[in-house]
């Protein structure tokens, strides 16, 4: 599990303000108290630019709209950079992630594939920007696993470039 996804600081950039959110799941628990049953309401968001930058927020609160707008602004906290290659809109690699018991592994797709991938999955390459990708989920499909595994998987994503600065190598 890589522990270490380094978050960027985009509070007051100008990609900050172009920012959309999706909203992945809605769940509602219940508190069994004296007078019946209390209700309170978790949200399950992705935030992105469609160009290389995504985050991911969980809120919680006792009505829906401020469980999303919660979960809203701690996406806004989690933003990461996501390398995508430019002609076809794919990642640059075959990558694996994991988070608890879920795993993800996304591979690179040709154009005019899609995204093959389930809801959770999905909604974190979607708002990433990337256009073709293939996609399985293994393990547990709770979609707050599957999204931090995606995210893990994204993190580890590096150009040719970055690649080759690493080794010391020209290309």
Not at 34 to 42: A, H, L
Not at 75 to 97: M, Q
Not at 136 to 152: E, M, Q, R, V, W
Request: proline share 4%; with cysteine.
């Amino acid at each position: 599990m890589n522990d270490s996804i380094q978050y960027l600081d985009l509070a007051e950039s100008a990609e900050f303000s172009e920012m959309k959110d999706l909203l992945v799941k809605i769940n509602r628990s219940a508190a069994v108290v004296k007078g019946g049953r209390r209700f309170s309401f978790s949200a399950l968001s992705v935030t992105g630019n469609s160009a290389g930058v995504v985050g991911h927020g969980y809120g919680k609160a006792r009505q829906v709209p401020n469980a999303i707008e919660k979960a809203g602004k701690d996406a806004r906290k989690h933003l990461i950079r996501v390398p995508i290659t430019a002609p076809n809109g794919s990642i640059p690699h075959e990558v694996t992630g994991e988070f608890c018991g879920s795993m993800v592994r996304l591979l690179p797709a040709a154009e005019g594939t899609g995204l093959i991938a389930g809801a959770a999955v999905r909604a974190v390459c979607e708002m990433a920007g990337i256009r073709n990708v293939l996609s399985k989920a293994y393990g547990s499909t709770n979609p707050i696993n599957l999204i931090k595994a995606t995210f893990d998987a994204l993190a580890r994503l590096r150009t040719q470039e970055q690649v080759a600065s690493l080794r010391g190598v020209e290309l």
